[in-house]
């Protein structure tokens, strides 16, 4: 068994003349204030052990890494229900693109772009006040996280709800073509709050551990989703995870991941770890630029890969 605890601190280490590299998502102007100099990667074993190195206890903005567990949530409430709102193909376009939306009516590619967040956002409102809904997405990352302390950055969700100007245009498009059921103001207030959940690295990797243990919390024992379940969401996170970089992605890290503007990602190794690496400077797809480079470096100093060895 490889010295996990070693591979990251080296990764952590080789990478560290490059903090603060990268551009802060600054069209959500509460997230331009964020301190670009800070990097962590966190790593929780399927059998519970922890590795962490740099910024790992610092809350950060989550924002599309959220769409994970909206996801997970949605597909509890309506299952394969959901693959007639959303798709499950590779958008190939930014993540907030309108364009596509309009040719394919309205039926946006996949759950991870926004549109299709969005979407599924309506989707965990049913039943629900858009508090109720907010509340239940909290509840169930707490749950998953087992720390009550994960909430709502509410200067970054107020931040994003003045200005998120293209995802009221994206859900208006929606709504026009049918494929929201509640009204826009509600589903875009339970999306702008779940993207606006803050966590630290450590927590996120915690709570990602149910998609590397075929659906199980192996530190609880408690069964999150079948096994089936969460490799489709893996599968989804690898062909989808970040827009139109998912495939360079996938090409150097071989692993399930989801980005965020915030600068994290949630990486999956299967029957391995759960993976949370977090560095504020994006690349020019939005990604996290250090976060990427130690996704890339960490697998291949564990050898891990759904590809092969
Ligand atoms: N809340 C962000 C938005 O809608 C999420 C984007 C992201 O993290 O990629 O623009």
């Known amino acids: 068994m490889a010295d996990l605890q070693a591979i990251v601190d080296s990764v952590y280490y080789d990478l560290s003349d490059r903090i603060g590299e990268g551009k802060l998502a600054d069209y959500i102007p509460e997230l331009a204030t964020v301190d670009p100099k800070q990097f ?12 962490a190195a740099g910024d790992t206890e610092t809350a950060f903005s989550i924002q599309s890494i959220s769409k994970v567990f909206t996801l997970t949530l949605a597909l509890g409430k309506i299952g394969d229900g959901l693959w007639k709102r959303v798709g499950r193909e590779p958008s190939g376009n930014a993540f907030n693109s309108i364009v596509q939306l309009e040719q394919e009516k309205g039926k946006p590619r996949n759950p991870f772009i926004n549109a299709g967040a969005i979407a599924v956002a309506d989707v965990v409102l049913a ?4 508090k109720e809904a907010i509340g239940e997405i909290v509840q169930f990352i707490r749950h998953l996280a087992d720390d009550e302390s994960i909430a709502i950055d509410q200067n970054v969700a107020r931040s994003e709800t003045q200005t998120g100007y293209r995802n009221v245009a994206l859900a208006n498009f929606m709504k026009a073509f ?16 779940h993207c606006a959940i803050a966590m630290s690295c450590r927590q996120l990797a915690h709570a990602g551990l149910y998609l590397a243990s075929a659906g199980r919390n192996p530190l609880n024992g408690g069964s999150v989703v079948s096994a089936s379940r969460a490799r489709r969401i893996n599968a989804l996170m690898l062909m989808c995870g970040h827009y139109d970089g998912s495939g360079d992605f996938a090409y150097r890290v071989g692993l399930p991941g989801k980005s965020g503007v915030g600068g994290g990602i949630l990486a999956t190794a299967p029957g391995k770890a759960s993976i949370a690496v977090w560095s504020p400077g994006l690349n020019e797809v939005g990604n996290s630029q250090l976060g990427s480079a130690a996704l890339e470096l960490l697998a291949q100093r564990t050898g891990w890969s759904v590809f092969g060895q």
Do not use: K, M, S
């Open 40 to 51: 962590g990667i966190a790593l929780v074993t399927v059998d519970g052990q922890t590795h």
């Open 178 to 193: 049918r494929n929201l059921d509640h009204p826009v103001e509600h589903v875009l207030g339970v999306y702008f709050h």
């Open 127 to 130: 039943g629900h006040l858009p």
